[in-house]
Nanobody, 119 residues
Framework: QVHLVESGGGLVQAGGSLRLSCAAS????????MGWYCQAPGNERELVAS???????NYADSVKGRFTISRDTAKNALYLQMNSLVPEDTAVYYC?????????????WGQGTQVTVSS
């Protein structure tokens, strides 16, 4: 099976930074879409940043200029550099990969990592 494990969340003061990581393990033949989502209490899960197949980057307007998504294809890993954090960024962040394996293309989610930004 393919598993996505996240790390890097925590408590940080407004204006601070965090770096989230998401690493996939298992029998992986290829990875297409890679993205980060956030879900605040009572809210829907929303796309924060993504790297569609081909290496392009997309950002939600609320994080543009503050967050940077990147990947390390050799490590099957995805990162989110979060700078100039504000309390509104507080949420659980989830990574999502589209993975091609012996069972074809499937989407996988990380377990989520809590980001809390204090004012």
């Amino acid at each position: 099976q393919v598993h996505l494990v996240e790390s890097g969340g925590g408590l940080v003061q407004a204006g601070g930074s965090l770096r989230l990581s998401c690493a996939a393990s298992g029998s992986i033949w290829s990875i297409g879409f890679m993205g980060w989502y956030c879900q605040a209490p009572g809210n829907e899960r929303e796309l924060v940043a993504s790297m569609p197949n081909g290496g392009r980057t997309n950002y939600a307007d609320s994080v543009k200029g503050r967050f940077t998504i990147s990947r390390d294809t050799a490590k099957n890993a995805l990162y989110l550099q979060m700078n100039s954090l504000v309390p509104e960024d507080t949420a659980v962040y989830y990574c999502n990969f589209n993975v091609f394996s012996s069972s074809g293309w499937n989407a996988y989610w990380g377990q989520g990592t809590q980001v809390t930004v204090s004012s």
